[in-house]
């Protein structure tokens, strides 16, 4: 065989394990041992580990790579080489010895020997040797590989290049579902389904392609062991070496994180609801209108809970009598939404009125009182649908599935409220049956604030109807055109009131007034003082001993505040007598197109007492109109008085249609949309009475 002797030009380097494995810096000692047991063999790794050149060391006893000094009793080193060299002769050996570096330092050595050849035909004993401490590294790291890999929780695998199982340890078999061995062999789109469309198997393959690993990609998949479980994996994988002997590919870890990511989907999931409540209650019954704060509700639930929504009132006979569930319940509907294409916009908005039969899942509903939630099927469709076509749009809407909510407030389910989602939406949970719960809580004390509002509204909407005039005295010197607008519901039934009053003599009394507050308070306070002018009229001659009167009657029914403007015209003379407390001043529109304010007298409003009132007379043309008002029509939010009778003023010069036009579009030009308060408007056209 071989060897290394002086002179030659150049030396093979250090033997060394394979790169890239765990043996890649574990260096390696080969020599040979002839019959005499002298060193016929030096590799250059000898002289790495033992200090030896090979023109030191070549023909002289292998003693010299052993402790100790030589002893005539043959237990030396030249004995501990013989030994080693009988055994590689007998066969295969390995085992560790003590040996010695030249520098005289001794160290535990790792031997393996064995028998070659040699080039003359003569038996050579082959040896190769490693520091036992690189060794026990090698060992130790070896070990603790194979330790992980049985034992760790951590799913490991190696994938050839097709991406075929050729090993893993048992946590990933456990998360497949599947034994190791039905692993072996198998690609891996025949173990893992994913839902990426093949995204997963391209990471994998550009993984060892471009010999560049990936860290924690999560993919959602499902096992051929568990063909019906969800899972959600963080996945790395990285490029084996491919070194030789061993087989090119890929090496992954794979963690189960299904139930982590759901605890975060549910804690994202908890902090979504919560921040639905709270805009829900920060935009619900923001005011007292029953169909806004409706609105509202559904505004809030849709798109973010649902892709649908309506509430209804539910239409009682009698609100003290208990829900009997086997008579039909009527319902208003008052507010719907939803960002579904047609025909699911006719669905939830296509009636104002439903009728639920007896044993519908509405019905189901009121008897618990409890949030329901129903899949739209034929069931559902045969209880609760009671028209065919609404039935037939219903299938067609994309709606899957409703929840149904009670609106109940103080011991009374006032209404309900439903939620729908379509089939591209998950069906409802109990965290939303909750969520729904919640949201009609809230919005119930609103909507039935917004009720209980609307009914004292109508109470005093209707007094004050009832109490303003409904048919006005009839002159042939007097033509009147009236008003009387009332503000809008979001604002409170006001005092405003007028009346025309027929006198003695011809004469006619023109009056309007306004009384200070809102409500039934103030529409009683109105018609007191309406009903006390009216009687006043016919026996008070002078309008300032008619308000003196009022302002007595004002104090002893408690009015604190209330204005009031009395015109008594004389058709006879053509002259006006008038007096006013703190009523804004009446406009008189004259024949040739000037418009004036009467503000000569402006006394104190009725209720305050102590001051007097006076009357002034001024003198009226034929064809003069007379405007009176209530601060409804002149005061607006951004607008003030002085600039309000400007524009009065403006609208009656450039009148020129009959007084119902005029006051037609005075209303229409001058009051928002929708009115703030209270308006009357009075238009009086007069005209002196001619001698015979």
């Known amino acids: 065989m071989p060897s290394v002797r002086p002179g030659d030009e150049q030396a093979p380097g250090a033997l060394r394990s394979e790169p890239g494995s765990l043996l890649e810096h574990v260096s390696v000692a080969v020599f040979g041992i002839g019959e005499d047991d002298e060193i016929c063999f030096w590799g250059p790794g000898a002289q790495d580990l033992f200090g030896y050149d090979a023109q030191t060391v070549l023909t002289r006893p292998a003693g010299i790579l052993f402790r100790g000094e030589p002893d005539g009793d043959g237990d030396g080193p030249q004995a501990e080489a013989a030994r080693l060299a009988e055994r590689g002769r007998a066969g295969y050996w390995r085992g560790r010895l ?13 031997f393996r020997v064995f028998p070659v050849a040699g080039s003359s035909g003569r038996s050579v004993v082959l040896g190769l040797a490693s520091p036992s401490a690189e060794l026990d590294r090698v060992k130790d790291n070896l070990a603790f590989l194979d330790a992980l ?14 991406l075929r199982y050729i090993h893993l340890n048992q946590a990933l078999a456990d998360m497949d579902g599947l034994s190791i061995e039905e692993h072996i062999g198998r690609r891996v789109d025949e173990v893992m389904v ?19 690993p990936v860290v924690g990609a999560l993919v959602g998949l499902r096992t051929a062991g568990y063909p019906d479980r969800d899972q959600v994996r963080s996945m790395s994988f990285f490029p084996l070496s491919g070194a030789v002997g061993t087989r090119s590919g890929l090496g992954g870890l794979m963690v189960d994180v299904t139930d982590r990511e759901r605890a975060i989907k549910e804690a994202s999931a908890s902090r979504r609801r919560l921040d639905l409540l709270d805009r829900a209650a920060a935009s619900i019954g923001t005011t007292l209108d029953l169909d806004v704060t409706a609105q509202e509700l559904v505004d809030a639930a849709v798109p973010e809970f649902a892709d649908a929504s309506v509430v209804e009132i539910v239409e009682w006979m009698d609100e003290s009598l208990p829900f009997l569930p086997e008579w039909p319940l009527t319902t208003c509907r008052i507010a719907s939404g939803t960002v579904l294409p047609p025909p699911a916009t006719a669905v939830v908005g296509g009636l104002d009125r439903m009728t639920y039969p007896p044993g519908s899942a509405i019905h189901r509903m009121m008897s618990t009182g409890r949030p329901l939630c129903v899949t739209i099927n034929d069931e559902f469709m045969a209880r609760t649908i009671v028209h065919e ?5 219903l299938r067609q809407s994309g709606l899957e599935y409703i929840l149904i909510a009670p609106l109940a407030a103080r011991g009374t389910v006032q209404g309900l409220t439903m939620f729908g989602r379509s089939a591209a939406r998950p069906a409802f949970t109990d ?5 729904a719960a919640e949201l009609a809580s809230r919005a119930a004390i609103c909507l039935d604030n917004a009720r209980l509002y609307r009914q004292v509204q109508d109470i005093a909407l209707t007094l004050q109807r009832a109490l303003l005039p409904s048919a006005l005295a009839v002159s042939p010197h007097v033509e009147v055109a009236h008003r009387y607008v ?8 006001g005092g405003d009131w007028y009346d025309v009053i027929g006198l003695p003599g011809g004469r006619v009394a023109l009056v309007v007034g306004d009384v200070m507050g809102h409500g039934v308070p103030a529409a009683a306070a109105m018609g007191r003082l309406h009903i006390s002018a009216r009687a006043l009229a016919r026996h008070k001659q002078e309008p300032d001993e008619l308000l003196a009167e009022l302002d007595i009657c004002a104090q002893d029914a408690g009015i604190e505040l209330a204005t009031c403007l009395y015109i008594v015209y004389d058709p006879a003379t053509g002259r006006a007598r008038i007096a006013n407390a703190g009523h804004p001043p009446p406009l008189v529109l004259h024949p040739d197109g000037t418009v004036h304010a009467i503000a000569e007298v402006l006394g104190v409003p009725l209720g305050i007492g102590g001051h007097p009132f006076a009357t002034t007379e001024v003198e009226l043309p034929d064809d003069a109109v007379i405007a009176l008002y209530t601060d409804g029509l002149i005061e607006t939010r951004g607008r003030d008085i002085e600039e309000g009778m400007t524009l009065v003023s403006a609208e009656l010069r450039g009148a020129s249609g009959g007084l119902e036009d005029t006051v037609e579009r005075i209303l229409a030009r001058l009051l928002p949309h929708p009115p703030g308060d209270d308006t009357v408007l009075v238009l009086a056209r007069v005209r002196r009475a001619r001698c015979p």
Not at 98 to 110: I, K, M, Q, V, W
Not at 194 to 212: F, K, P
Not at 389 to 393: F, H, P, Q, S, V
């Open 486 to 493: 009332p503000g809008s519901r979001i604002t409170e039934v």
């Open 389 to 393: 076509e609404r039935a037939r749009l």
């Open 98 to 110: 003590p040996a010695r570096h030249r520098d005289g330092t001794e160290f535990s050595c790792g």
């Open 194 to 212: 994913t839902s990426d469309g093949g995204e997963y198997e391209r990471t994998l393959r550009t993984v060892a392609s471009e010999q560049r």
């Open 149 to 162: 890999f049985e034992a760790c929780p951590i799913g490991l695998v190696m994938l050839d290049d097709e």
């Open 431 to 435: 965290d939303d049956l909750s969520l």
